[in-house]
Structure formats: structure tokens, C-alpha cells
């Protein structure tokens, strides 16, 4: 058996010229707190305070980036408890026997850092995974589950997080949400994240029974184009009441346009009766976007948009086990003309922050950074969803700061379910913004104060900046 | 006179603390043979084991890189025997001597690596190309040439080459393949590979007379849309009967898209007739690609695209010369969107392998590490014609490993009709490979027995599970 | 107050094994002249040769990058004085003020760079810009500023300047370049460009007005298409006597495509009637694009393409201040296809030369090094507006150079109105350059003398062969 260790200057730079500065930046930043503007970890976790049940069910099932890996080297969902399928105890052991048997397909992911992490920072587990070790590795987190310091909650303190958001559905009564923020002993802060996307896409099937809950909630008439806007602000104000920082937005492109209201409300009757097309659908969704950000500009909320994925790219695994089990493909991405209707109206408002997000890589030098270089209401979000490892966030702030410097990106968020990996991810996300700076510092680029100024900008400022 | 040396140590990451581990995780894999399951080299060469005849037809005049960079500093294609323009004995001097005083303009490029090197490993010949040189390079290569070490069956077998697969016609008799396979001197493996492009293309100009021959040389009936599926069907597993693993694909995009029975059978039948405009031509392509997939599936022989290259850009150099004189020139290309129909139909067949290859990077970690990431059936394919460069290969893992690890690439390719550069190239890329893989050791982001399992992966084990 | 230095190693690569060689091949290229075949410099800053008069309008106002910056971190444009507004004594030592109030927002940009260097090479200020040090360093730059060493000419001959081009509207008379270029006390070498771009957009506004200018500054009948060629070669001809050696062009894409001689001549007459679609403006512009292609050839004004810019992106911005000011936002661009036709006419003319750029990275390695390295009329333009800093420069070498090598790109443009930065913009660039090829050293893919030597041909060759 190999022991597992951690290397105290991994994902460092190798080269010793940079090495120790990094060393340096990264200490400086190392103990900040985790702030988390966007993410999925159930509320109910942290309002309940219950313990978790089992190593499977809490590290395994819930990740899609360990099932897609597992999926693609041969294994089955179902077998892996994907989509909500019911373990028992035996087969949750098998499922992470599983994991542990693959665990070489895992090096060179970040999945690897992450899980690695969680072993010996939160479980103390000296073991790699592998077929040998998984029993023991099993065993020896199942056991710490069941204690009291590895509650949500007791977790959520040792990990040192400030802000957790959530992500909801707008016509949630966040009751959860308010049952935390109201428990006394809480001392934390866990915020709704305003997600409307299936209540923007009036062409898609179950958009009217969606609408007519969100009649439903808000108490208002939704049968006119008039009603759907009131219905959404009363949710986004009723949202924002319940602590919600920003709205959240993915749709398969990024366009906000606006339509002329006759336009608009024609459209929307027509999608009422049931008889819009695909393309005229896509038409109001962009028009419905636009009106989310001029109702940012109005309440304040920070408008996040996480476009162009093509979800569940695989018919019969969908229909099996549903959304989010690593089936979802990005597609490339446009976002200088599609904003420039939003930005044109609200790009200098002072009200406005839009963090823009992206799998597709080849906008950041070429889009983002020059928006958020002109935009003071634009954010470049940082590497999320697929791009959120090490080599990837490098090349993320070689491509995006020399257009857009340090100050114009959102703040590292972790956008998962799995709640043990955040301290990993974050951490992650700090070293190699160290070495990157380190870099910055051994080319004569930036001097060494210079280098620790931006990087508390990265880890405590842009967050705030962006979302608080 | 500069003298030529290969540096022991050449491509490998020159940082010292890289340096050690690069050099020992090549060493494991360096003289692991080759296997090249995608190339052009013609299968007469070893069928008829004849000595070459002299340098230049053997060294420039069938290499497109070389040609095309030639051309591009100022060169004539006719004085470098392109397109088969025959070349007396001092012409063919004449071209090398050309090439001889371009050195200069490969330096940066794989060309100078890979020509280097076969003059130093191959020849042992330690004159750096130069005008002063031509002509005592020319000769030693041409003695060694006549000589029995230097026919190509003695090569194949200090080349160390476990399998060469050539590219042919779906309508080649396959005559060579097979009286190469019937040699009972012969203890190598050349497998011929479907290549059916131009017989997928209905709206292109010889289309009908590719189908009759289609027709003759199966046996089919090729009237009907049926036929063309049977006689098709009839091929492959001709093919496959003389050897094949793979068919290829190079189209203008990589979509498959069945279509109804009825309109595929129209739109053949229009074809046929003559009269089928450029759309429907490449709608019913994407019909037939498909097809293609399926058929894959049922005869288990892997499917590999190559898409999206705009051939023979410059009309008066085609007329000329043909094809393959390097001017041919890479557009983007989609993968997410266009493949979700036959993946969705077959992503999760066991008996299907689809290798994906790109001249497009951007690709890379938007869209196929993502499908590799998830689909068992999907490969990634390492970098290829324009990017098969040390730079490139090494971009090309810094995209694809962090989403889909090692597991799940193709294995090296060399895609030449240079017979002599093969070695090369695949040292190439064993050295790039190594110097990544040295670079997540130093950054403690794999273990040394880890990184080299995965280069063991890479050169072994990849191209099997992809290709045998 | 923090002690600004200029480190002698900045921007050469930290790792020791590749400093030495770095800074060999730098210093062998550090002191040649400078070539700057693009740029915005004021002609009559040099034919007046009159000192300039503060700092804030020689160095913040004209400068783009600046502007946009601040603009991003929340300044006002207007106290910039963007776009001509007219600022007093006191605004602008306020806008210097504020441009050091925000110096930490500069951080990683090339601004910060070329400012620095500008201070501490120019103007001899050992001050880093902070709040505390803003009057003393605006106080010292305006003293020097009103000294003869610091007038105009004087700064031509210590930069080391062999040829600045500017760019100039095609009915300019060229006065200021005539009255420079017959002053016999001047030695330096200053070329207008021809950049027709308002004149080739029939459906823009203004569009009449421009061409009825045309042909009265020609004295050609412009009410025929036949009138507009004879209108264009006729300026063509004057720039050229008036020693342009480059025509200029930047559109929305980069599409050249012939119209037969009687459709280009009825949407001639139907934009002379202002009757043109958006549609057809575009159809026409891509012919007469082409056009100018062709009269290349004729001529030999090298012809250079800046494409894919969505100008303007903020309306507002632009009714206030107009053009120029930081809020023009790339878009995507495809060149494979959009200069078929062209190249198939004219790539092969021994008088053409055709220079792309680029704000789009993805085109590197994808298309234009595919393109410079088959045709010998076209090169690669070096990185650009958004992409001239120092790891964008170094991603360009390694996306180009393995498919072109070093004789296929254009030399360095600095593109800037910010006349001061001129040397330190050419300086990155080369110290930039000497990195690249000092790891190709330290990795034995080329030797010491084939380093210098290419990096001789970037900067002194290139530039000579693409432009002069």
C-alpha cells in the first residue's frame, strides 16, 4: 500500500526561483475565509445538522465529475447510486469499492486533488485508494460520520466559511433557509441563489405548469406578459428577502434582447396557449433575460450567467437517472454581441453586476476580459464547471489578466454538491493564483508587495466586490 | 560546417528540478514498440521490400510539411518533385540542395526535429543541412539506401513497429495488403484502413462513377439507397477480412444525422440521378456517416474522424499538383452538437469506439474531453496533422487531462507518408508526454510511480484499448 | 513611498537555466532600430516639432488601454478627458492624479510596464505612481517636457526609430507628411497609411458623403462603380508618391469575395442611391475588400487586416466621446474561408503581401500559421491591440512558429497613439521573443547560434520582408 501524503507545496511551481515566493504569497492567503457565491449544497444539511449516513452517499453519489469518470472507464450509474438510486449498505461499500479500484483514472483530474484532500485534511487517512485500501478507507470515514464533529455544521465552521449560496427554485418557500437563519445557535450564513432558467424557456415542455405555480406562489395574475414580469419580481424580492445575493442563469447562449412590448406579450400569449415555436421561444427567453437584468439593476441582485451547455447529452442516461450525472457537453459561446443590448442600457449602472462565467475558453481573452476591462458592471467569473483545475485556472489568468488586471474577476467559487470538497477547492484555487503571482514576481513583472496585494484582491476582495 | 547532434536530453523540460524525473518516466517508455494505427505509408514499399531509389523521392517530395514550407519561402512545388512530377538524378539533387538551404526556415518547426533526427539515427550522418552540406548528405543517404539494411522491411524492423496501418480506398482490391499478409518471410503487421470519404459525398463531382465502381467491385446492386448500405457493408468486411481496425472520416464537419428511411432513399436516388444540390449533398453525407457509426457498431471496426480541414485552398496549385502539397488548411470545427445523434444512439455500446482528432484546439477542453469524459465509447485524439509539434502536445494535455485523464486518449499517431520520420515522431511524443507528466511530480500532483503508470498508459496501453 | 526600478532581467524567463541564454540573445537584438509600420502617431507632432504641453494629454488622454481601465475601476471619462474634452491646468494634474490613485488596478496589464518604463527611461523617475507621489511625478514629466531634448524629434532619434507609419483617411491631403518630408532638417522617415474603411461600408451613414469627397479630392466621376476603382487607385497612387508603403483594413470580418462586374455595379448605384440593405452593404464591402486585394498586386501597398472588432460596444460612451476611448470589444473571425478567393487569385503573386492580425487567438494555430506557411504572400501578424502583452506574445509564438517557423511573421507593430511608449512597447516584445527562444535552447531543439539568428529574423528581418 502507498501511503497517502500531502505535499505542503503541491501544485506550487517546481522551478525554486519561483517556489518560495509562492510559498509566501500562498501563506499570506492560505486562512481566509471560503466565501461560496454559488454553489448546491442541500440547505437542508446545514438546518437539519443531522449526521451523514454514509461515505457513498455523501462523497460519491451526489458528484457528477466522479461519475462521469467512472461512467466513461466502463462502470455502471445505477450501480454507483446515480440519480437518487437506493443503496443498501452492501452496495454503498461496493459503489466505493468501485471508486477506489478506478482510482488511477483519476490521476491528472482534479477530482484526485480534491478527494486526496478530504482524506487526510478532514479524515486524517494516510491510505491511498485503491483495491486494498478502500475497505479501510470505508470504514474509517463511516465511523467519523457518525460523531458530532462531523456534522454539517461543526464542518462548516472547520472549514472556515463566511457565505454558502445555495441554488433554488424561485418559486421555493426557502423554508429551510429560513428555519437556519433563524436557529439561534446558527452563526453562519447560508443565502438563496435565485435560478429561474425553466421558467425563462416558454417553449420548453412543462413551461405552463410552471408558470401557473408561480402564479400560484406569488399571488399574481400570470395569464399577461404584465403578470409574469410582477410574478418575477415579487419572487426576487421575496428571494432577496430570504438573503439572496444574485440570480443565477444558463441557457444554451447568452443573449439579452429586448423585445418591443406588443412583441412581447404576443409572444407570451401564444407561449400561454401552448403554441410557440422552438425559435420564437427562444426569441422570449432572450427578451426574459433582459428583463432579469434590468431587474438587477432595480433590486440589486448580482446577475450570474453560466450559458451555452448542452444538458444531458444522452437521451436514455437522462431518462434513467435524470439531470446532472456528467452527461452535460459544453458548446462554444458568444458574449460580445449578445450582451451588448443589456450592457448598452445597463453597463454603467452603478446597480448593476454581471458575472460572467464560461467552459469555453477561447472568450476569455478574446470577450471577457475586454468587457470587464471596459464594464464596470462586468465580472469575469473564474474557471468553473470542467475548467476548474489547476492548469485551466492558469491559463485563465494568463489570458485574462493583462487585458483586465487583477481587480475585475469574481472571486473563486466552488459550485459544487460535494460539500466536503470546498476547503480543497478554494485551497486549490490559491495555490495556483500563488504561482501564477510567484511568476509575475520572477519575471520583474510585479514586486513581491505588489504580488501579496493582489493576492488578497483574488481571494478576499473580488468576492465582496462582485457578490456582497 | 555546424555539426549535427541529437541532445540525449532534447524536449525534455530544461528546469533541473523536471529535468531528472522527464528523463527516467522516458526512459521506461522509450523503446516500447510502435504502434501506428494511422499513417500513409504505401503498403507496396514492404510488400515488394525494393531499396528506395534516392533521398529526395523518398525524404521531401512525398512530405506535405516540407513542401508547403518550401513553397511558403518562396520555393517552386515542380522543382520538388510535388504531385509526382518526375525529377531526373540531378534534379532530385537539385530539390535537396533546396531544401538543404532553407534549413534555417524549419528551425522552430517538428520538421528540423524529425529530419534531424533521421539523419542522425538512421544515417548517422553529423552535418547540420546547409548549402555547404547538401551534397554530402545527399550521398551518404543515397549509399546507405542501396544498401539491404535500408530496404523498408529492414527498417520496419529496427523501427521497432509492432503494427503500421495504411489508408485506402473502400474500392481497393487490396492486393498488396494481402500478398504482404501471405509472405511467409514477412513477420510484421500492415493492416489496410477504410477511407471512404469521397464515396460520402454525394453532391461532388465523380460521385456517380465512385458508386458504380462501388457497385462492381462488391457485387451489389447500388441503385437503391439499400444497395448503397449493402455494398457498403460488403466492404468493410472485406477489409476487415484483409485486417482493417479502423475506418476514417475526413469531412468539411464531423455531423451525423440520420434521416428518415424515405428521405435518405430520395435524396440517394436524386443523387444518383444527378441532381442533388450542395445542401442535400451534405445532408445526406451526414445521413451516410451515421450509417457509418452503425455499421461500426455491428462490425466492431473503430470509427476515427478527422474533420474540418478546407483541402486544396489554392484552386491553381490543385490543378497542378493534386492534393497533399500542404494546401490543405484547418476551419473550426463542432463536435458537442454535432455528434449527439449517434452518440446518443450508440455512446454506450460496448462494441464502439469513435477517436476524435482535431486541427482545431479549441475543441480540446470544451468539448472533447468532456465527451471522453463521460461516453466509454469516446477517444480523444492526440495531436495530428499541424499540431503534431512539441508545444502543441503539450497544450493538447494541459486541455485534456484535467477533464478526462490519461485513460482516455487515442495513443500517438503519426499520419505520415514519411516512412523514415516514424520513429521520430513517436519519440516526439514520448518526450513531450514525459516532460508533462514530470511537471505534476514536481508539483506533487502525481507520485513518480504514478506519472509513470500513466506514460505507460499513454504509449502502451491507449492505442490497444483504442485501436486492437 | 515605494523606489521604482526597473529590473535589467524583467520579462525574461526566472528559471536560471534560461536567463543567460535569454539575455544573450535579447542583448543581440535590444539596441536595432525600430520599424513600426502601424501605428496612430500625429504626423504633425512631428512636422511641428513643437514641445508637448502637460502630461495628462501626452500620456493618459490619447491612450486607450488607460482609459478603459480606469473606466472599469469606476472613474468618469469625461475627467479623463476622453474623446477631447478639453481639461485645465488643474483637471489635469486631477486626471493624473487619478491615473496614479489606480495604479494597483494596473497591475499585471503591459500598461504597467510601458508606463514604468517610460518614467524610469525617459523621464529619469525612480517614483512608483501611488497617490503620495502623483504631483512629484507629473511636476518633473512637465518640466522635462518643455526642454528641446524632449520635443518631438528629439524622442525620434533616442527611440532608434527607422520608420513610423501613421494612418490616415484617404482624402487626407498628407500636408503635414509632405511639409515633414521636405524639411531638410529632418532625417527621421514618417509614412502615411491608406485606411479606406468608412469608404468600403456602403450602408453605413455618411457613407455618400464620403464617396462625393472622394471624387472630388480624385477629380473622378464616382457615380459609377468603374468611377469608384478609378477614385481608389488614383489615392492609392497619391499615398503611395506620398511614401505609404501599406494599405489598412478593419471590418467586421475579414471576407473578400468578387462580384461579377454588373451585380457590384447595381449595388454600386443602388448605396449611390442610398437604397443599400445592411445585407447588401456587407456583400458589396466584401467585393470591394477584394478589390483592393487586387489593386495590391497592382500597386504593392502591402496590405494589412485588423478585423472582427465590434466598435463602439457602449452607445452611450460613443455619442459622448466618440471613438477611440476603450470600448470596442472583439468578436470571433475566420480567415480559412473568408480569403479563398482572394488567395486563390493573388497568393501566389510575387507582389503581394497580405499581414493578418488578430484579436482572436484561437486563429493562431488553427488558421493563419497554416496560411503563412503555404503561401509566401501572406505572414502572421504579431500579437495586437488586447493581445500586446507578454504571455499573450509568448502563447502566439508557440501557436505559430510549429506550423510557420520565425520567416512567416510581420515583425512587431505597436499599433499606439501613445507615442512615448513606442520603445518600451518594442522592448517587450523582444525581451519576450528572447524567453521563447532561449527555452528552445535550454530544450535542445535549437542551438545558441540558431536562437540568434532568429531572433534577428523577428526583429530586424521580418518587419523589412513583410512591409518595406
Known amino acids: 500500500m502507498t501511503r497517502l501524503e500531502l ?142 464533529a462531523f456534522r454539517p455544521r461543526a464542518l462548516y465552521e472547520r472549514f472556515g466559511i463566511e457565505l454558502l449560496a445555495t441554488t433554488d427554485d424561485p418559486c421555493d418557500p426557502l423554508a429551510d433557509h429560513a428555519r437556519l437563519a433563524a436557529d439561534p445557535t446558527w452563526h453562519g450564513r447560508v443565502v438563496p441563489t435565485f435560478r429561474p432558467d425553466h421558467y425563462l424557456e416558454p417553449a420548453r415542455a412543462g413551461w405552463n405548469a410552471l408558470i401557473d405555480t408561480l402564479g400560484g406562489v406569488s399571488g399574481v395574475d ?74 438587477a439593476v432595480d433590486d440589486g441582485l448580482v446577475m450570474t450567467l453560466h450559458p451555452a451547455s448542452l444538458r444531458n447529452h444522452h437521451p436514455a442516461t437522462f431518462e434513467r437517472f435524470g439531470p446532472d450525472v456528467g452527461a452535460d457537453i459544453p458548446i462554444s459561446v458568444e458574449y460580445t454581441r449578445a450582451l451588448a443590448p443589456a450592457l448598452g442600457a445597463f453597463g454603467t449602472s452603478p446597480n448593476f453586476r454581471l458575472v460572467l462565467f464560461t467552459m469555453d475558453e477561447t472568450v476569455y481573452s478574446r470577450e471577457l476580459a475586454p468587457l470587464a476591462g471596459f464594464y464596470p458592471s462586468v465580472f469575469v467569473g473564474v474557471p468553473w464547471w470542467f475548467l476548474d483545475a489547476p492548469d485551466t485556472m492558469r491559463r485563465f489568468r494568463e489570458a485574462v489578466t493583462e487585458t483586465a488586471g487583477f481587480t475585475r474577476t469574481s472571486g473563486f467559487i466552488d459550485d459544487t454538491r460535494a460539500f466536503l470538497s470546498i476547503p480543497a477547492r478554494h485551497d486549490v484555487s490559491r495555490r495556483v493564483d500563488a504561482g501564477y503571482l510567484a511568476r509575475l514576481v520572477a519575471e520583474h513583472r510585479l514586486t513581491v508587495d505588489e504580488a501579496h496585494a493582489a493576492a488578497h484582491t483574488l481571494v478576499a476582495d473580488n468576492p465582496r466586490k462582485a457578490f456582497l
Request: hydrophobic share 45%.
Open 7 to 148: 505535499h505542503p507545496d503541491r501544485l506550487l511551481p517546481a522551478d525554486p526561483a519561483l517556489r518560495d515566493v509562492a510559498r509566501s504569497i500562498y501563506e499570506s492567503v492560505r486562512d481566509l475565509p471560503i466565501i461560496s457565491p454559488h454553489g448546491h449544497v442541500p440547505v437542508s444539511w446545514l438546518a437539519d445538522d443531522a449526521p451523514f449516513t454514509d461515505p457513498t452517499s455523501l462523497l460519491l453519489s451526489p458528484d457528477h465529475y466522479i461519475m462521469r469518470i467512472l461512467h466513461a472507464n466502463g462502470e455502471r450509474l445505477e450501480d454507483l447510486g446515480a440519480g437518487g438510486t437506493p443503496l443498501d449498505a452492501e452496495q454503498s461499500r461496493a459503489a466505493f469499492r468501485t471508486l477506489c479500484a478506478h482510482w488511477g483514472e483519476f490521476a491528472g483530474t482534479p477530482v484526485k486533488l480534491w478527494f486526496e484532500a478530504q482524506l487526510v485534511e478532514i479524515f486524517g487517512i494516510d491510505l491511498l485508494p485503491g483495491p486494498d485500501t478502500a475497505d479501510a478507507i470505508y470504514d474509517t470515514v463511516a465511523a467519523q460520520l457518525a460523531t458530532d
Open 222 to 295: 400570470v395569464d399577461s406578459y404584465a403578470g409574469w414580469v410582477a410574478a418575477m419580481e415579487d419572487r426576487r424580492a421575496y428571494f432577496r428577502r430570504h438573503g439572496a445575493i444574485s440570480t443565477d442563469h444558463a441557457h444554451l447562449d447568452a443573449r439579452m434582447e429586448p423585445l418591443p412590448a406588443d412583441v412581447a406579450e404576443a409572444l407570451y400569449a401564444a407561449a400561454r396557449a401552448g403554441r410557440i415555436s422552438a425559435d420564437d421561444g427562444a426569441t422570449l427567453r432572450r427578451h426574459m433575460l433582459f428583463e432579469q437584468a434590468r431587474m
